[in-house]
């Protein structure tokens, strides 16, 4: 058995393919239509939970943030596979490096900004008139 031989008895197992993606393997997830309709449903249910955590006491409240941010999470995952056919597959290795390149800038410019805002509030001089309990 020769390598190509072996790369060929194995290459269905390797494919990697999104909800709705074009690819001449059998073993698609779903496609078209479909896949849209699903994506569509995953991402009304998640807003409807995001609602739902918010308006009722189905979270502890303390916890409420990081529940909203864990159904946050997840809507950009039901986006990014059913609707941007975003993949592990070797034909989209430069759109997650572009995605992960994105999100490393903006996470730097949020945290830089909080961080320069913090750090011109404990250097500012103290104004004439004003006093920490407002009077």
Known sequence: MSVKDHREDHAPDMDDAAPGQETVNEREPVGGLQ????????????T?????????DLV?????????????????????????????????????LALAFGIFVVVLVVLGSIWIMSHLNHAMMPMPGMNRFGS
């Open 60 to 96: 502890y409240g303390p916890a409420v943030v990081s529940a909203l941010v864990v159904l946050a999470i997840g809507q950009m995952g039901v986006h990014l596979v059913f609707f941007l056919h975003l993949t592990t597959g070797p034909d989209n290795t430069n759109n997650v």
């Open 48 to 56: 409807a939970a995001s609602f739902a955590v918010v308006m009722t």
């Open 35 to 46: 896949g849209y309709v699903i994506g569509f449903g995953f991402a009304v249910l998640l």
